[in-house]
C-alpha cells in the first residue's frame, strides 16, 4: 500500500524553500535560475491514493522508511 520514495523541496539561492507539491515558486525563468531542487530526506507515497507524506517530517534514510511500511504493513 506504500511506496519509499525521496523527499524534494525546492531551494532559493537565498535559503528560502517551497513545496513540490503545490505551484512552482518562480515567477518567471530568469527566477527560476536562482531555484533548485533538493533531496532532503525519505517519505511515504499510498500507492492506492497517491497521497505523499503521512504529515510528518521526512526519515533520513530510505531504511527508515521502509521500516514504517513494515510497521504498517502488519496492522
Excluded: C
Excluded at 11 to 39: C, F, M, Q
Amino acid at each position: 500500500m506504500y511506496e519509499v520514495i525521496e523527499s524534494k523541496r525546492w531551494k532559493h539561492t537565498d535559503g528560502r524553500t517551497a513545496s513540490l507539491y503545490g505551484a512552482v515558486p518562480y515567477l518567471n525563468d530568469s527566477d527560476r535560475e536562482a531555484w533548485t531542487l533538493e533531496i532532503v530526506g525519505f517519505t511515504v507515497r499510498n500507492t492506492k491514493t497517491e497521497a505523499v507524506g503521512i504529515g510528518r517530517a521526512p526519515w533520513k534514510t530510505q531504511a527508515e522508511a521502509q521500516a514504517w511500511i513494515n510497521t504498517q504493513e502488519k496492522k
